[in-house]
């Protein structure tokens, strides 16, 4: 799965692994992006109360627009997915850009 940052009708921002299927796109792990002071980033669990984490669709309605992470952001997911995982290098992706 590449690793994609979604922008949804909620006005949320959403980073996660994910692949285009018919009608929208199945994602994992997702995280939702905060914006912090002094500009800073952070994630969060989106939907923190469900199993979301395990998959599931976000129709292509509820997606304004679906884009490749940049490499910073996929290093900072992937440790902040899998803590205990040493990495400086973001997961392989393909170009996967889309305009809804």
Request: net charge negative.
């Amino acid at each position: 799965m590449d690793l994609i940052y979604f922008k949804v009708l909620s006005g949320e921002e959403v980073i996660s692994k994910g692949k285009k299927v018919n009608g929208g796109w199945y994602v994992e792990d997702p995280a939702m992006l905060v914006h912090m002071k002094d500009y800073k980033i952070g994630l969060a669990n989106w939907l923190p109360y469900t199993k979301i984490s395990e998959g599931t669709t976000i129709p292509d309605s509820a997606i304004i627009f679906a884009v490749d992470v940049a490499e910073d952001m996929a290093i900072y997911y992937t440790k902040w997915v899998n803590p205990d995982v040493e990495t400086n290098e973001a997961p392989t992706t393909e170009s996967s850009e889309t305009l809804i």
